[in-house]
């Protein structure tokens, strides 16, 4: 059964930094490509940020741009997002999602984490 | 404001038929993507419920059906249930923006 389990989420002052951490099984990992979404209190779904299986390249929404980094380790099975310079705006619940073979969008959530950037 | 606009809500007593449009433009739908939909049971994470504009996963029942045309998509969901009550997202590709959702759609079953 396929399992993603996001953590480390949490409580962070404007301008701080939070590394979030998915989990993967029950998948080859390293043959899929790999999502961030994220969803703010009470609103819709965000692409955030997304990985490809093979050669890494790496995709952003403008927002986070130059203040998110996306990264996987295939050894470990894991996708991270490294969050800096995080803003009020930033608050919402961070799901990891794996894509289906050769493509992108989200097929396969996890539960997600909670990030709240407030003083 | 989403590149994809989707009714905020739409309602209908239980065995009815319910639809969800998706109106994005000539740099998404409209370009040729594809577009996906999910669904997001209150309190829980997303699922995929339509893929490929018209696909529908294993383990999804057959009341849920999607269709594309032109610049607009569109989920229809038929013998409407009580367990069917959820948010329902729509998405595709942006030549621009990359991967993008609407805005989400509440339905309510009376």
């Known amino acids: 059964e396929v399992q993603l389990v996001e953590s480390g989420g949490g409580l962070v002052q404007p301008g701080g930094s939070l590394r979030l951490s998915c989990a993967a099984s029950?998948?080859?990992?390293?043959?899929?490509?790999m999502t961030w979404v994220r969803q703010a209190p009470g609103k819709g779904l965000e692409w955030v940020s997304a990985?490809?299986?093979?050669?890494?390249?790496?995709y952003y929404t403008d927002s986070v741009k130059g203040r998110f980094t996306i990264s996987r380790d295939n050894s470990k099975n894991t996708l991270y997002l490294q969050m800096s310079s995080l803003r009020a705006d930033d608050t919402a619940v961070y799901f990891c999602?794996?894509?289906?073979?050769?493509?992108?969008?989200?097929?396969?959530w996890g539960k997600g984490t909670t990030v709240t950037v407030s003083s | 404001q989403s590149v994809l606009t989707q009714p905020p809500s739409v309602s209908g007593a239980p065995g009815q038929r319910v639809t969800i449009s998706c109106t994005g433009s000539s740099s998404n739908i409209g370009a040729g993507y594809d577009v996906h939909w999910y669904q997001q049971l209150p309190g829980t994470a997303p699922k995929l419920l339509i893929y490929?504009?018209?696909n529908r996963p294993s383990g999804v029942p057959d009341r849920f059906s999607g269709s594309k045309s032109g610049t607009s998509a569109s989920l229809a969901i038929t013998g409407l249930q009580a367990e069917d009550a959820a948010d329902y997202y729509c998405q595709s590709y942006d030549s621009s923006l990359l991967w993008v959702f609407g805005g989400g759609t509440k339905v309510t079953v009376l």
């Open positions: 490929g504009n018209t």
């Open positions: 999602a794996k894509g289906p073979s050769g493509n992108y969008y989200p097929s396969v």
């Open positions: 990985i490809s299986h093979s050669d890494g390249t790496t």
């Open positions: 029950g998948f080859t990992f390293s043959s899929y490509a």
